[in-house]
């Protein structure tokens, strides 16, 4: 029997390994520049001579794959804290409204800097969003002390998020500058105009969250089995629980301020690791949450990336290539700016660039090969 659950332990490792193998490879070769194996491994290697094809690999493609594989996992991870905290098993940083407050915090933050014209910074994000997520998270606590109900304690998250999403559209609605008009955008989700910059800051964060949470395991384990276990294996329930809420919520908040909210992975991937490896160890979990979660944001932005233009966004990429404003391809279309700047970023995310200047360079240079 022992042998049987390590010989599944270890297959299981090997199979996210190898899942993670396939689709950083496959990320790295996605897009809508083509590059071949030779191309790439002299980017890598550093002795590329093409300039263009070395900003699309070093400074685009590879930056997006490592913020999917860190949010992705974090998110994860997140979850299965949450589940653990609330022993519900669809718990999740998006279903309590967490992630929803983290998202008003951090619109409220960028509408009140940028108005002012003070750019904001990775850190600023993460501490509005961490402070969106703390006051959401206040809030199912305050509920989970009156009702008996854990289905009840769902609803009230799922109504917390939808006021906070609320909150937050009225706000973005009647902002005035264009910046600010484009958090609907971010509000989506998305992985796309990652910068190195944030990639560090992300990974400080989140790897200092997880490790600590990794260190959390024993106790972890002995929770799951009951309070009254925890607390007779030696387990301090009040700090135990207050460091559970506070790594949930740093992990969520990072997701947040860099990707936007995301929903269904934090809820979803423990339980497939739980069907996976057949164990509620979280020495286990915990590592194979994070791959899990890394793997599934890498697949989906890689069908987000290399998905075709719909209609309406083969209509207004030509004029965006030629320069044309937001404003003026809204009234050639009778749309408003607001539908135009949501297409013109889906756009960006299918060519894997981040502004309107790198879609025109990319068109040039596609045309040039033509």
């Known amino acids: 029997m022992e042998q049987k659950r390590k010989t599944r ?5 090997l199979l996210l390994l190898v899942l993670l193998a396939v689709f950083l490879i496959w990320n790295l070769f996605a897009g809508s520049v083509q590059l071949s194996a030779s ?109 008996n109900q854990m289905s009840l304690l769902v609803v009230c998250g799922v109504m917390i998020g939808y006021i906070c999403s609320a909150l937050t559209d009225f ?27 944030n990639v560090t800051t992300m990974a400080w964060a989140c ?32 700090a135990f629980r207050a460091a559970l809420i506070l790594l949930s919520s740093v992990l969520s908040a990072c997701v947040t301020a860099f990707a936007g909210p995301i929903s269904f992975v934090g809820i979803a991937l423990p339980h497939l690791m739980k069907a996976l490896f057949k164990t509620a160890e979280p020495l286990l979990l915990i590592p194979a949450s994070f791959l899990g979660g890394g793997i599934f944001c890498l697949a989906c932005d890689l069908i987000a990336r290399t998905a075709k233009l719909s209609k309406r966004e083969a209509e207004i990429l030509p004029l965006a290539l030629r320069g044309r404003t937001a404003e003026r391809i809204a009234g050639e279309f009778f749309i408003s700016k607001n539908t ?30 033509l």
């Not at 590879?62 to 860190?70: D, G, K, W």
């Not at 609605?173 to 609907?184: E, P, Q, R």
């Not at 013109?344 to 090969?369: F, M, N, P, S, W």
Request: aromatic residues 8%.
């Open 39 to 147: 191309q790439i491994g002299q980017i890598l290697l550093g002795v590329g001579e093409d300039l263009t094809q070395q900003r699309i690999i070093m400074q685009i493609r590879l930056p997006r794959m490592a913020s999917a594989l860190i949010l992705g996992g974090a998110l994860s991870v997140s979850g299965y804290l949450l589940q653990t905290f609330f022993h519900n098993p669809i718990a999740g940083p998006f279903v309590l409204g967490i992630s929803s407050g983290a998202k008003l915090a951090v619109s409220i933050a960028m509408i009140v800097f940028l108005s002012r014209g003070v750019r904001s910074s990775s850190a600023l994000l993460i501490g509005a969003a961490f402070i969106g997520a703390m006051l959401s998270m206040g809030l199912i606590l305050l509920i989970s002390q009156r009702v």
């Open 207 to 238: 790897g200092t969250a997880l490790i600590l949470t990794f260190f959390l395991s024993k106790p972890i384990r002995a929770y799951q089995l009951g309070e009254v276990y925890a607390r007779n294996m030696g387990v301090p329930i009040k």
């Open 9 to 13: 332990t270890w297959c299981g490792f």
């Open 340 to 369: 135009v700047d949501t297409h013109l970023r889906r756009i960006y995310a299918k060519c894997g660039v981040h502004t309107r200047q790198e879609l025109i360079d990319l068109g040039e240079r596609t045309e040039a090969e």
């Open 171 to 197: 706000l973005v609605t009647f902002a005035d500058d264009s910046n600010i008009v484009n958090l609907h955008n971010w509000s989506n989700g998305s992985f796309s105009g990652m910068k190195w910059e």
